[in-house]
């Protein structure tokens, strides 16, 4: 097939390459000239300028694939200008599923056809594929499919629902991404403060040997004890991409109980300080209530 790439991150360069493996024809565009040269190197057709999906031959099919929020809005805003009746936009970033509901709704006006796909698949995507949860209108869906299949590993994508199922699927995906991270996190830190001084490495090899908590993510952790067997390099300071959060809002507004995702998400928040005011105020009172010692500041 032919489509559009708009945006050549960590993810939309390699979703190029993969699809170049399988013949489709990519057109690429990146607000930054150096990536687009960079997927034109790689064999794709460089698209100066955004609008120039135009040149495409229609119906077109453009896959959005930069941050969430602002930049996919002001992209989707630009594409609703340009592109005419029949055509196709697909939003693989990571977008709030209320905001795709709304791209599609105003694409839609325009006779424009708009899927979200949500993407799993990291920077390992080009090597082993991207999971693909797809919300949207089921014709269009058909329509973009040979593009999936080349996306996707075996039985990788699915039409997941209507608007805004895809991203909505991917944020809860998100969700329970934290929980399992966080879990083995607590683990880790349990056996390494264990006085065995037991091997991460091995143990996390020995574990994906037919364990019940064998998994990809566990896999990853042996390859970073690897490289770094203590994680000396590291600091414990942990970004969050949005989806956690809206995952327990999403929780809290439907009255589900996520007690797992929602400790994940503030411990990763509680990584960004080094020392919590709350903390003082807890040993504060407990001095005060109990006569408890407590550690001060003040040099003796």
């Given at each position: ?98 905001d795709s509901i709304e791209h ?68 809860v995906h998100n969700g329970i ?74 929780a809290i507004a439907q009255n ?45």
């Amino acid at each position: 097939m032919e489509l559009a790439m708009i945006g050549l991150g960590r993810m939309g360069l390699n979703m190029c390459k993969r699809l170049l493996r399988d013949a489709h024809t990519v057109h690429a565009y990146d607000q930054a000239p150096a990536k687009t040269a960079e997927a034109v190197a790689a064999g794709t057709k460089s698209l100066p300028r955004l609008e120039d999906v135009t040149k495409l031959r229609a119906p077109r099919i453009v896959w959005v694939m930069v941050p969430a929020g602002g930049p996919t809005a002001e992209v989707i805003d630009r594409l609703a200008g340009s592109l005419a009746a029949g055509d196709l936009v697909i939003d693989g970033g990571n977008s709030y599923y209320k905001d795709s509901i709304e791209h599609h709704g105003r694409l839609k006006a325009h006779g424009i056809q708009f899927l979200d796909a949500g993407t799993s698949g990291g920077i390992w995507g080009l090597e082993v594929g991207y999971c693909l949860m797809i919300g949207g209108e089921k014709e269009a869906f058909q329509t973009a499919e040979p593009i999936f299949r080349t996306l996707a590993p075996n039985e990788g994508y699915s039409h997941v629902g209507g608007p805004g199922a895809g991203h909505f699927t991917k944020m809860v995906h998100n969700g329970i991404e934290y929980g399992l991270m966080q879990s083995y996190a607590e683990g880790f830190e349990i056996l390494r403060a264990s006085g065995f001084q037991l091997d991460l490495q091995q143990i996390s090899h020995l574990w994906n040997q037919g364990s019940v908590v064998r998994s990809w993510l566990l896999e990853l952790a042996e390859r970073a004890f690897a490289q770094d067997p203590d994680l000396a390099s590291l600091r414990g300071y942990v970004e969050d991409s949005g989806e956690g959060r809206w995952t327990v809002q999403e929780a809290i507004a439907q009255n589900v109980p996520a007690p797992v995702i929602t400790l994940s998400l503030l411990t990763r928040i509680r990584s960004r300080q080094s020392e919590l005011f709350q903390g003082k105020v807890l040993a504060a009172l407990r001095a005060e209530f109990g006569g408890h010692a407590v550690k001060t500041t003040k040099k003796v």
